[in-house]
């Protein structure tokens, strides 16, 4: 049994508090609002974001990270990737020399082109940061259904022991080398999510979500082998197989925030409905930003940025990327 803290109460990190403690794990959920932590201590689960997921008599809850964090296994920090810095700088001084902290937010810092585990590396030198990430709605965890997932590390020893606190009957988790693969697989993928959503809130169908699915890994995988990630990752559970899910779920926030905008919205009334972050309109500069940095050409990226930012409409931006020059597949003849 280990004692672990989960540091965000979101849909995901409710999620994966309900699934640890049912591991048999000692559980601690930091809440970052205080009218949150209230929430769990009167009705012990989310009920804004992930009803009727409970969490039993044993799980902790707190506001406090001096409550949260000192002699804690492992810390999975679960808030979102936008707050990922601030929450990091705030958790440094009660960080001890080693102790393993798990990212499971998704995205890329704008200003910096960082990757999440990178900006928690910087805030806390200390410590051991590694990432766990693939295709998993915390709607379905929370409910035990069968879900498969990577956890990136540093060395094979840390990969094998969030495998080992992670991992049940219905949490099955592989390990791996490659945590920039699997954190830009992560991020660029709620871009394309964002145009799959588009796309059906124009109307169109099975073959456009297929086209966007399969071109947009062509550009995730592109970007980040140029960046100098393994090409195996883009194909594995934190490329493909989270872009799979990501785009065609209806859990999926992107998704959803996508398709509002298909339909009409603008993005700032997309992500008010929507009522969760969208972190892929966070990671879509950021993306344009690395395609320029490494000459990469990604036009679904640059296509969703001038959709979100320049007033194009999505209509308008399928027609132009249907009507790109033409081009080979594989660049192989």
């Known amino acids: 049994m280990a004692d672990i803290s989960v540091i965000g109460s ?20 930091w809440s970052y609002l205080r009218e949150e932590n209230e929430m769990f201590l ?15 008599q044993e799980v902790v809850f707190t506001n406090q990270l001096e409550e949260s964090i000192p002699g804690r296994d492992m810390l999975v920090l679960a808030v979102p990737s936008p707050a990922i810095r601030s929450t990091a700088r705030n958790m440094r001084g009660l960080v001890s020399e080693g102790q393993l902290i798990v990212n499971v ?36 965890v929370g409910k035990g259904l069968p879900t498969t997932i990577v956890a990136g590390a540093h060395s094979r020893e840390t990969a094998e022991r969030i495998q080992g606190y992670f991992m049940s009957p219905v949490f099955r988790v592989y ?27 124009l109307g169109y169908g099975d073959n456009t979500k297929a086209a966007l699915i399969t071109r947009g890994i062509a550009e995730i995988s592109r970007l980040g082998t140029a960046m100098g990630a ?29 398709w509002l905008i298909g339909q009409g919205r603008t993005m700032e009334q997309a992500m008010a409905e929507v009522h969760m972050v969208v972190e892929g309109v966070y990671s879509a500069r950021a993306g344009m930003k690395l395609a320029e940095r490494y000459h990469v050409e990604v036009p679904i990226i640059q296509s969703v940025n001038e959709i979100l930012f320049e007033g194009k409409s999505a209509a308008e931006a399928v027609s132009q990327l249907m009507q790109r020059v033409k081009k080979d597949e594989l660049n192989k003849w």
């Open 10 to 29: 979101g849909s995901w990190g409710t999620a994966l508090a309900w699934l640890l403690r049912n591991n048999g794990h000692r559980v601690t959920l």
């Open 42 to 56: 009167k009705y012990r689960e989310n009920v804004d974001k992930l009803p009727g997921v409970l969490l039993d």
């Open 105 to 140: 937010a998704k995205g890329i810092e704008e200003k910096t082109l960082m990757t999440m585990t990178d900006i928690i590396e910087e805030e806390i030198p200390q410590a051991d940061v590694a990432v766990l990430s693939g295709p998993s709605h915390a709607e379905e």
């Open 175 to 201: 390990t791996s080398s490659d945590m920039l693969g699997i954190e830009t697989g992560a991020a660029l993928k709620n871009v394309i999510a964002l145009a799959a959503g588009m796309a059906d809130g």
């Open 230 to 258: 393994h090409l195996e990752t883009f194909y594995g559970l934190s490329g493909i197989g989270d872009l799979i899910v990501t785009c065609a779920s209806v859990h999926s926030r992107n998704r959803k925030a996508g």
